[in-house]
């Protein structure tokens, strides 16, 4: 039994990694023809963003695996594949809470994590990143990747949810993950600016967590920053006009 368990474990984090390197780098390639040589002086930070990346795909390759396996060959989780075993509205409504309850994880982990001991130890490898580049949306230290490993392996087990609905959940948090490191926003400025900007994490929200530290916690949603006061609006670029000391320092 444990080697079916090991070889889904590296199927997943052969996933993981391959999706990482496959979005991250089509968004730094798109970042090098929207903004030539901008990641230029950045070298050594990308290979250290991509040494932490890989790493971490193995962390979220194992709790990953160990539950695909036993959705497979025990009839673990509440994944369900047929169409019909819920009702259609809980298809949206089942990505909706998916979002939302792994935006409160992120949100009181991420927290916790600025606190000065915890940030030495779990969280000061991703802000090692000034400013963050497309390949740094895994670049997190071990301790911190397996806070975000577990969420959506236990969430499974309490939330119903259809196996390309999960799919589609996966795919917001690989492209979000990506956009909100990349360096420029790719939502027009309509949205970023108007009413869905004022509920949705962007690039242009995160970016000024990256710059000011102590502000801007949330993943996909400013509820919780907006609730708990810690929402300090939205960051500047550097191809953006407004840019002041924001980019980068801490
Ligand atoms: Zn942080
Ligand atoms: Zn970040």
Request: glycine share 8%; net charge positive.
């Amino acid at each position: 039994m444990a080697l079916p368990i090991l070889l889904a474990v590296v199927a997943m984090t052969l996933i993981i990694a391959v999706r990482y390197l496959a979005v991250s780098g089509a968004f730094a390639w798109a970042t090098a023809r929207r903004m030539p040589g901008v990641y230029a002086r950045q070298r050594r930070q990308i290979g250290r963003e991509i040494y932490w990346s890989l790493l971490s795909a193995g962390i979220y390759g194992l709790p990953a695996g160990v539950v695909a396996w036993g959705w497979q060959h025990r009839g673990w989780t509440l994944i369900y594949a047929r169409l019909g075993d819920y009702p259609l509205a809980w298809y949206p409504l089942s990505i909706v809470a998916f979002l939302l309850a792994h935006d409160a994880w992120f949100y009181w982990t991420h927290r916790l994590m600025h606190r000065p001991a915890l940030f030495r130890i779990a969280h000061a490898v991703h802000h090692a990143s000034r400013p963050p580049t497309a390949w740094a949306a895994m670049s997190f230290h071990p301790w911190e990747a397996l806070t975000g490993a577990v969420v959506i392996p236990a969430l499974v087990f309490v939330v119903p949810i259809h196996i390309s609905a999960l799919g589609v959940v996966l795919a917001i948090m690989t492209v979000m993950g990506v956009t909100n490191h990349m360096g420029w926003e790719i939502f027009p400025r309509r949205f970023v600016e108007g009413r869905g900007g004022r509920f949705v994490i962007t690039a242009s929200h995160h970016q000024r967590h990256h710059s000011d530290y102590r502000c801007n916690y949330g993943l996909y949603f400013r509820f919780w920053d907006r609730l708990c006061g810690t929402d300090r609006g939205l960051g500047v670029f550097h191809d953006d006009p407004r840019r002041g000391s924001a980019d980068g320092k801490p």
